[in-house]
């Protein structure tokens, strides 16, 4: 049925209808125009189906993907705002057509462990963020009376470690309070994300380096702490409690291709299990990372190009299920550029904003890898549905559809460009993607009806900050 014939005109005098000859609708792509009503999307239809009293805006043949969502983000605040906050990295994830983000409980004060840090974290939101939001509860040793009072409270899940974080605050969980934690979530649909290494290959591999003098310069010597069967281990008692406790679980920032086999024998058997990897396992491979470079340093590793290939054919054939950024910055002393060692440097790549063009432009560089090349369909479930469904909020993020929110990008898939310092909107401009080459940018970015960042303005972000907190569904 046309748009035209869904409204009467008395119905659509505050309304406004995008159209584009590229839209990702459910269909997948092709020219439609979207109507919205406030701060939803109403109906989908043909290209040239404008009803009577909406206002028109056309993006001619730039793509219209629906908003992206991140839910792998430390914005930090309360309590270290001067490693990033929500202003900064809601900008940046504004500019990067991200639309809703999921912060990660364990680089704030206090951490989110409990019912009064999270109404601490709701309070320095306030007024703050230029997209929605969320945020990850945490598991600690010690802190299972709090997990019922948190699901309450409304966040959408938790996070746990099962090695140090870097934060002393945040501790690792061993098996038995894994279990409990597993147990506790048992029913309430809430996942339990994971930090898959274990520390006993880490320890091990560490001491031997500093035995034989390693150079901490080098970045062979930091990939070497940190080896393949760290996560392979974790993994599979990760799968053990799958099989035990049917809770679904979710393994974050997957670096490890020798993980995989494990991984899709425990997804064909129907085990509650989702993985994500980031872009910069993706992009980059640790052949190409400089010596001292430790912006490029992150747990678990940037591994070699052989693992990169695997990586990528295992997001293809939905082995892996998201893509996420894992944005975890710093001030710049706190990454020792001066005298680089990676032992001594934060963990943590910033990249928020990054993905979809650093995502996009890889495709292109597989080329005949991919089947049947490179599509915005694929970007728009690894980016887009499939971190909304992790998050609680499909239906009403993650997809151009009738009822969802009405959050897009404007995306122009064949602009070529640099990253500069100017293109990074977090706090501090230090990243590995400094100099990459990309196709594809994001030229405009609407939030729920209303635009919150457009590249052709000399305010790039309009108005005022009017993100809000998104509660699972």
């Given at each position: ?233 974790a993994i599979a008692m990760l ?56 912006e490029f340093k992150c747990a ?110 404007v995306f122009d898939a064949d ?59």
């Amino acid at each position: 049925m046309p748009l035209s014939s869904r409204f009467s005109d008395s119905t659509n005098k505050m309304t406004r209808t995008l159209r584009s000859t590229r839209v990702l609708t459910a269909a997948g792509l092709a020219p439609a125009a979207v109507l919205v009503d406030g701060e939803r999307i109403a109906a989908v239809g043909g290209w040239d189906e404008f009803p009577a009293g909406s206002e028109r805006v056309d993006f001619g043949d730039a793509v219209l993907l629906p908003g992206l969502v991140d839910t792998h983000v430390h914005i930090n605040e309360p309590g270290r705002t001067d490693w990033e906050g929500f202003e900064t990295a809601t900008r940046a994830a504004a500019a990067g057509g991200v639309t809703m983000v999921v912060d990660m409980p364990l680089n704030c004060v206090p951490e989110t462990i409990n019912a009064a840090a999270f109404e601490a974290k709701r309070t320095a939101a306030k007024g703050k963020t230029w997209v929605d939001w969320a945020a990850w509860g945490g598991v600690v040793r010690g802190n299972s009376e709090e997990i019922e009072p948190l699901a309450r409270a409304g966040v959408p899940g938790f996070k746990c470690f099962l090695i140090h974080s870097g934060i002393d605050g945040f501790a690792w969980v061993d098996e038995a309070e894994l279990r409990l934690a597993l147990e506790k979530l048992r029913g309430t649909g809430l996942p339990l994300l994971v930090h898959a290494e274990v520390a006993g290959p880490v320890e091990a591999a560490t001491r031997e380096l500093n035995a034989a003098g390693a150079d901490w310069r080098k970045y062979s010597t930091f990939l070497a702490s940190r080896p393949d069967s760290a996560e392979v281990e974790a993994i599979a008692m990760l799968i053990r409690f799958a099989e035990e406790v049917r809770t679904p679980i979710h393994i974050v920032h997957l670096s490890s291709a020798k993980a995989l086999p494990i991984i899709a024998a425990a997804r064909e058997r129907g085990l509650p299990l989702t993985v994500e990897t980031c872009a910069h396992y993706l992009w980059f491979a640790s052949e190409e990372v400089p010596d001292g470079a430790t912006e490029f340093k992150c747990a678990p590793p940037i591994r070699n190009a052989e693992n990169r290939d695997k990586m990528w054919q295992a997001l293809e054939d939905g082995v892996i299920d998201l893509v996420a950024t894992d944005h975890s910055p710093c001030p710049r002393e706190m990454k020792h550029s001066a005298d680089g060692r990676f032992d001594q440097a934060w963990g943590g790549i910033a990249s928020l904003g990054l993905a979809l063009p650093v995502i996009w432009t890889a495709m292109h560089r597989r080329g005949p890898k991919l089947g049947p090349g490179p599509t915005l369909e694929r970007i728009g479930q690894w980016l887009a549905a499939a971190p909304a469904r992790l998050a609680g909020l499909s239906g009403r993020k993650g997809a151009i559809a009738p009822g969802a929110d009405a959050d897009f990008v404007v995306f122009d898939a064949d602009a070529e460009w640099t990253v500069s310092e100017a293109d990074l909107h977090f706090r501090h401009k230090i990243s590995p993607y400094l100099g990459a080459q990309l196709r594809g940018r994001v030229k405009e970015t609407w939030l729920r009806g209303e635009k919150v960042y457009s590249d052709q303005s000399a305010d790039r972000f309009p108005g005022t900050p009017r993100g809000r907190e998104q509660v699972r569904s």
